[in-house]
């Protein structure tokens, strides 16, 4: 029989999953799952569900794409058929003891994969219990790989520090093109000029750094030539202590991810 996994909420994640599943892991049984039948629908899946039990009876591995305040309801009266599963969560805050309690399996894997996912690009970290074997390793690899890159992580508290960085980062990278866009706007650019060289300056940026085999402190320094405009632009964030905005920005964040741990 096919090796299947239940995906369970069809979502922003767990339509990115989905769709990397289906195009990198064709092998795979997906049994998608979600409470709108229409999301499903709208997916042109083979084997949808809208009921959770059925789609995980027939499943070896098991894809939590809830929100984390959906889990616990979602997870209390399907506990009895899981404890054999593999489980996969991508769900924020939720640890593997708390998962490990509600679902009565072994083997757990807590991720955090992140919005570039939806166009295979994402960065997921993740890690996993003591009672998840080699094989079942292999297979959340292989599942993250299909969505962009993975990290496995040494333990669960590297998530903590992880998710501002790879999970909030789309964040940065958006806040950065609206920065532009704002002075640009300022400087007498219409609104759609504004966009256009922001869009445009931070993907075009994005896609040299892919092609390029330097590391970002070499591409930076490459475009910043002396006493230019480039410079004078990094001088004044170097004055203003950008570096240590930034880093005391993260660590605030790392602080409110330990917070939401549950
Ligand atoms: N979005 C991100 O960038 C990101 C990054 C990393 C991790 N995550 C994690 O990924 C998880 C999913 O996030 P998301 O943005 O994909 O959420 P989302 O778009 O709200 O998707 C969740 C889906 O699951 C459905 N659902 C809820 N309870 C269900 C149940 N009992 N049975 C079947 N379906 C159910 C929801 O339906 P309703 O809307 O009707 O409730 C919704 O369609 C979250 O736990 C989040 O922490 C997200």
Redesign the pocket.
């Known amino acids: 029989m096919k090796e299947t996994i239940a995906i369970?909420?069809?979502?922003?994640?767990?339509?990115?999953f989905y769709k990397g599943v289906r195009e990198h892991l064709n092998r795979v049984r997906i049994n998608l799952?979600?409470?709108?039948m229409e999301?499903l629908t709208a997916l042109d899946a083979e084997h949808i569900y809208?009921d959770?039990a059925k789609a995980v009876a027939e499943a070896s591995v098991v894809l939590?794409?809830?929100?984390?305040q959906?889990?616990q309801?979602?997870l209390a009266p399907l506990s009895p058929a899981l404890k054999h599963h593999l489980i996969i969560?991508?769900?924020?805050?939720?640890s593997i003891t708390t998962l490990e309690q509600w679902t009565g399996a072994t083997a757990v894997v807590r991720?955090?994969?992140?919005?570039p996912?939806q166009v295979a690009r994402g960065l997921t970290g993740w890690t996993a219990s003591a009672g998840t074997d080699d094989k079942e390793r292999a297979f959340v690899k292989e599942l993250f790989l299909s969505v962009g890159q993975e990290i496995e992580l040494e333990n669960e508290s590297m998530l903590d520090s992880l998710?501002p960085l790879s999970?909030s980062g789309?964040a940065y990278f958006f806040l950065l093109a609206e920065l532009i866009a704002a002075k640009a706007i300022k400087e007498g650019f219409t609104e759609k000029q504004a966009n256009l060289i922001a869009r445009e300056t931070l993907i075009g940026s994005a896609l040299l750094l892919d092609e390029d085999p330097r590391g970002v402190r070499d591409m930076r320094i490459a475009v910043t030539s002396k006493a230019g405009v480039t410079e004078a632009a990094l001088r004044s964030l170097n004055d203003a202590k950008f570096e240590n905005i930034f880093a005391e920005a993260i660590d605030r964040a790392i602080a409110r991810s330990r917070e939401l741990n549950a």
């Open positions: 369970i909420g069809a979502g922003n994640m767990g339509t990115a799952c979600d409470k709108n999301k809208t959770p939590l794409a809830v929100k984390p959906s889990a309801a979602l969560s991508i769900m924020a805050g939720i991720a955090m994969p992140n919005l996912a998710t999970g789309p």
